[in-house]
Structures are given as C-alpha cells and as structure tokens.
C-alpha cells in the first residue's frame, strides 16, 4: 500500500515530532509537580538522558511513545510502506531502551517507563489517574514498573 501524502509532505511531518516536551511528557510534569515532587529534565549526568530524574527519590520516569517504542497496545501499527526501514528503527529503539535501563539500573537509579497510551487513557478515563499511580510507585521503593493503559506493573 502506498502512503497516502507524497514524500515531501512526509518527510516534513515526520520531522516535526518532537522527542522531547512532548504533550504526555508534559502532562505527567505538570501532575507530578502540582503533588509536590520536584525534578530534572533530560538529565545529561544520567545515561540515556531521562525525560524526569528526581534525585531526591532516586527515581527516573522515561515516558514512551507507543509507536516510536513498538508497544504492544492498539495505538502502535505497523507502518505499511517501507517496512524494513521501521522494523529496524523501532528494533534499535528499543534496543537502546533495554541498554539505557540497564546502565541506569546499575548506576543505582529505580525506573518507571510510562507509555504514552496510559497518558491517554489517564485523559479520557477519570477513573484512571496516570499521575496517582506514578506518585505512589515514587513513594514505594521498587526498583522498575511500567505505566501503560492496563495499569502499573511493578517489577523486582
């Protein structure tokens, strides 16, 4: 199938997504600020520039995009025109995912991933609220979870 916009216009939208101070990362700043937390942005002392480190809990929050990170939830597609360049783009994407969580690990850093289908979720759902769930795995003291529309899934 081909794409439905020429790839001028492609090429353009394409690079005009951000990969930092995207909307569900600054919807998870904004709701964990306003509980009191306070943090650093995309740290360069912390491997793999984190989108949150709060030192204070030793914690880091790397907030996903379903689709950049191959989630596997109903927001992520498969592109359907040149697919061997997205299968290894988003294989070295979360390559390097796997990679920065195991530098940071090591480094003494607990780790929460939040998918961007939670922040959704968190927005449309008022019985799901995104940023209790991230302030009580602050509070806690497991070393890695992951946020996503399903709920937090704590790990170690």
């Known amino acids: 199938m081909t794409d439905v916009v020429d790839r001028k216009t492609r090429s353009r939208m394409m690079s005009g997504i951000r990969n930092k101070n995207t909307k569900p990362e600054l919807y998870i700043r904004h709701g ?25 809990h030793r914690a880091l929050i790397v907030i996903n995009g379903c689709f950049w990170h191959g989630h596997n939830c109903h927001y992520f597609r498969w592109p359907k025109s040149n697919k ?49 769930l991230v302030a009580n795995w602050l509070n806690k003291k497991k070393q890695m979870a992951e946020l996503d529309e399903q709920g937090l899934h704590e790990f170690i």
Do not use: M
Request: charged share 30%; glycine share 4%.
């Open 84 to 132: 061997e360049f997205w299968k290894k783009k988003i294989a070295s994407n979360k390559k390097r995912d796997s990679r920065n969580i195991a530098v940071q690990k090591a480094l003494g850093w607990r780790i929460l991933v939040v998918w961007e289908c939670a922040v959704r979720r968190s927005i449309h759902d008022s019985d799901f609220d995104t940023i209790s």
């Open 32 to 56: 964990i600020h306003q509980l009191g937390f306070r943090y650093r942005l995309h740290s360069t002392q912390i491997p793999g520039n984190p989108d949150i480190a709060l030192p204070k």
